[in-house]
């Protein structure tokens, strides 16, 4: 299972890109066979039959990492993860929220007031 806990712990160990993910992509594609993965031009490509995924390509470079569970994989970017379901067409997004930090929101309070 997915926790919070888990999705921290892949936004600190993926926190900048890695120079293997082009290896680790190429071995994990051939087990996502229901999302039609393939590399094409530096883009990791994919076929997503829900409405309300906002995107179906990535471009190679901002992948920092990828990580195989025992139900999906994680492909890691910056500010969000994408869970590929291995039985399934399912694609899961978390988005990481921005920091903000207490003098911004102090800041903010002082400007609106």
């Keep these: 299972m997915i926790t919070t806990k888990v999705i921290n712990r892949l936004y600190k160990i993926y926190s900048t890109c890695s120079p293997a993910v082009h290896e680790e992509i190429t071995q994990v594609i051939p087990k996502l066979t229901h999302h039609n993965m393939r590399l094409e031009a530096g883009l990791l490509r994919y076929d997503c039959d829900e409405d309300n995924m906002l995107f179906n390509?990535?471009?190679?470079?901002?992948?920092?990492?990828?990580?195989?569970?025992?139900?999906?994989?994680?492909?890691?970017?910056y500010s969000c993860i994408l869970f590929f379901d291995k039985n399934s067409t399912k694609v899961s997004m978390h988005i990481k929220m921005p920091?903000?930090?207490?003098?911004e929101r102090i800041s903010k309070f002082l400007h609106l007031g």
Excluded: N, R, S
């Design 57 to 77: 390509e990535v471009p190679e470079e901002k992948i920092h990492g990828v990580e195989e569970f025992d139900t999906c994989v994680a492909i890691v970017l």
């Design 99 to 103: 920091h903000i930090t207490l003098m």
